[in-house]
């Protein structure tokens, strides 16, 4: 049996809990948009189309911000096409997806979405195939209140008051020769500088993106960072990470272990921002959008799009389904995100319905909940107040990727208002448990609130629609207060949870 001990403390504060941590990302690719949040012949369906119970999970899963409308969608979009009477819009070929785009949805219906689903809408501009004025045009279309061409016509398709919306994403993934128009550092920064500068003429207080790479394993990696940022620095807030891993040749001790990568990625990006601005004699910080984060298995058929004469309209694309590790692999995600909230303000869970999704609906039918759902709806319902730095003291473990690691990882937060201690943790043993202590002594007189743990004895057990309930987060009856610790054991492979709460 291993064992394993948190220390925290109150004065030890890495930052705040960021809402716009627990952000999502809703793509025009495979079943994301049509007969995932958008299905007029749904039972639950509204006025506009959108699911109703789509809507209600996206709100149980404390969804805070949702980018749209891509990913490598964005490259090749013509936003034009998806205003006005629906009747008389456009089918286009979407060359990302090999698909057609039927734009029965576009800004101002995903707009509406958003309101109902009370998050916060992040938009991206394609800077693949257009370019500054394109995303002149969409920002004046959702931002000016009227009184010129795009405005109006936005007023004209019945949304009187502007958007007002805040994130905006310089295109997506630039660095990818998978992007439509992708671009050499050099080439992108200078146009994302450009398009930020006359962005801001029309609305200087907007929090601008800048891409970063799309992975930490890009040959540019760093390099693309750095010059991008030479390039754009002053204009832009953020400049955005992606990161998707997945089990490969049956290593789960690696799969388990890839927030090393993660930490790694956002410890490299905050150097080479920090460098910049240093060289480029700035005192602002550039922060980091996490823009795109989840478990994917990449080489899985499902993640190939359609090919030859067939550009089918939201086809079944990347619907992986999650097991109990992959759930524990974005539970400790979502560790490091936190654990990183100085450096990240932002990130985007990729994505919401369907596609690489914890949300998942059959056409005209039913939904249910995959098991990457649970860590993401607790701690975006639990994490508050700030994150504590913590000690962690933990017996390692050898993995092919990564060399030693640690077995167990952790973060905390703290709420000075309530007093409530969260410690979210994970066991990435494969073969026991931990006892885990987290020590008291920083918060006197603590009782454990709630201890919930995901893990089940077959780590390889998914969700389906038939069944999304066996595997829930369970009571952990073992965790216990005792002489100013609280003490639990955590099974092999799991994600669990400890809430204390002042006596
Ligand atoms: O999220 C799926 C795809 O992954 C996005 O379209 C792209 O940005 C990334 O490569």
Redesign the pocket.
Known sequence: MHSATVSLDPAFVVGPVRRRTFGS?V?H?GRCVYTGIHDPGHPTADADGFRGDVIELTRELGVSTVRYP????VSGYRWEDAVGPVEQRPRRLDL?WHSTEPNLVGVDEFMRWAAKAGVEPMMAVNLGTRGVQEALDLLEYCNVPGGSFWADQRRANGAEDPYRIKMWCLG??MD?PWQIGSKTPQEYGRLAAETARAMRMIDPGLELVVCGS?GSQMPTFGEWERVVLTEAYEHVDHVSA?A?YWEEDGDLASFLASVVDMDHFVESVAATADAVRAARKQTKRVHISFD?WNV?YQKRAESRPPSGDDWPVAPVL?EDRYNVADAVVVGNMLISLLRNTDRVHSASM??LVN??APIMTEPGGRIWKQTIFHPFALTARHAAGEVLRLAIDSPVHKTARFGEVAVLDAVATHDAGSGDVVVFAVNRSLTGPVVLDVDLRGFPGMRVAEAVTLSNPDHTWSATADDDTSVLPRPNTSAKVADDRVRAELPPVSWSMLRLVRE
Do not use: D
Request: glycine share 14%; hydrophobic share 45%.
């Open positions: 990302f793509e690719l891509g990913g490598n969608f990302a997506n993934e990818g799309s992606h998707y795109e994917w990347l990729a994505q596609v690489i």
